[in-house]
């Protein structure tokens, strides 16, 4: 597939030689007509030398633009051959294998997963579950405390659920 390629980039410079060399020889011949011919007026020598001039700067210009253009277009294909970040953590590892016993006891989900300490509140009188978070959040006050709440909701039977990571702030 690069083989294709590079002889196609080989077939590419060899047509870009042959441009420029019939484009040179243009401009040359353009230049030619006004030394050879006496007959030509200045304001027309003129004008053919300006033009000549002006095809020059262009050319050069856009001949600039392609190499530069070519150079990006090979960088960004070897950027595309390296193997990105992504890549490599896409793939799996073979060094990771784990025993078929952890895999039947779970050990290692039972592990990692946090504990949850829980806290049921119920109210003495009739308050409803609203009351009893408004009561909770101003008597106590756990961001004063600095009490981690990871769930304060209202369970169906009218109790309040208060659920932190540590069992110290319950």
């Known amino acids: 597939m690069t083989q294709g390629r590079e002889s196609g980039s080989i077939d590419s410079c060899e047509t870009k030689r042959n441009l420029a060399a019939a484009y040179e020889t ?21 004008d053919i030398m300006k033009s000549v ?16 253009k070519a150079n990006k277009i090979e960088n960004l294909e070897r950027q595309l051959k390296k193997p990105t ?8 590892s073979i060094e990771k294998r784990r025993m078929y016993s952890e895999c ?6 039972k592990k990692s997963e946090p504990k949850a300490f ?16 408004a009561m909770v959040k101003t008597k106590v006050n756990p961001v004063e405390m600095r009490i981690g709440i990871i769930i304060f909701k209202g369970l169906r039977n009218g109790r309040l659920q208060i659920e932190t990571h540590n069992r110290n702030e319950i």
Do not use: F, W
């Open 26 to 46: 243009s401009l040359k011949i353009l230049l030619g007509v006004t030394e050879k011919s006496g007959n030509l007026r200045m304001d027309l020598r003129d």
């Open 53 to 68: 001039s002006s095809l020059r700067g262009v050319y050069n210009t856009l001949m600039a633009d392609l190499v530069e």
């Open 85 to 92: 970040d992504a890549e490599r953590v896409a793939t799996p």
């Open 104 to 109: 039947l006891g779970g050990s290692q989900l």
């Open 118 to 133: 829980k806290l049921t509140v119920k109210s003495k009188g009739s308050h409803g579950i609203e009351q009893m978070k």
